[in-house]
């Protein structure tokens, strides 16, 4: 069956970094985009960043954009998410997801499979 899990999370101070990964199974990584989220104590889930299937094209949520990168190894069957510069408002539950299709939205609705989250807490 279709799995997601997520992995890297932990306690890091502000400026600090952790790189995420979500390990992917049972299915062709290679034909979906790929979408991590968050969602922080008392907030709704907010989309962070997303993939393509091929990798050329990603997107950012604002508050994000120049501090996270995401990236994804096909042969691994591996999305990653390289967070630096983490601030206390990046504190949350990480998420990865996997789209209907290949192309690479921040919207929820498309997404059909989610992993269990891994905590991401930013504090001194």
């Known amino acids: 069956q279709v799995q997601l899990v997520e992995s890297g999370g932990g306690l890091v101070q502000p400026g600090g970094s952790l790189r995420l990964s979500c390990a992917t199974s049972?299915?062709?990584?290679?034909?979906?985009?790929i979408g991590w989220f968050r969602q922080a104590p008392g907030k709704e889930r907010e989309g962070v960043s997303c993939?393509?299937?091929?990798?050329?094209?990603?997107n950012y949520a604002d508050s994000v954009k120049g501090r996270f990168t995401i990236s994804r190894d096909n042969a691994k069957n591996t999305v990653y998410l390289q967070m630096n510069d983490l601030k206390p408002e990046d504190t949350a539950v990480y998420y990865c997801?996997?789209?209907?299709?290949?192309?690479?939205?921040?919207?929820?609705?498309?997404?059909?499979?989610w992993g269990q989250g891994t905590q991401v807490t930013v504090s001194s």
């Open positions: 997801a996997r789209l209907r299709f290949s192309v690479c939205v921040l919207t929820e609705s498309p997404y059909v499979y």
């Open positions: 049972g299915f062709t990584l290679d034909y979906y985009a």
């Open positions: 993939i393509s299937s091929s990798g050329r094209s990603t």
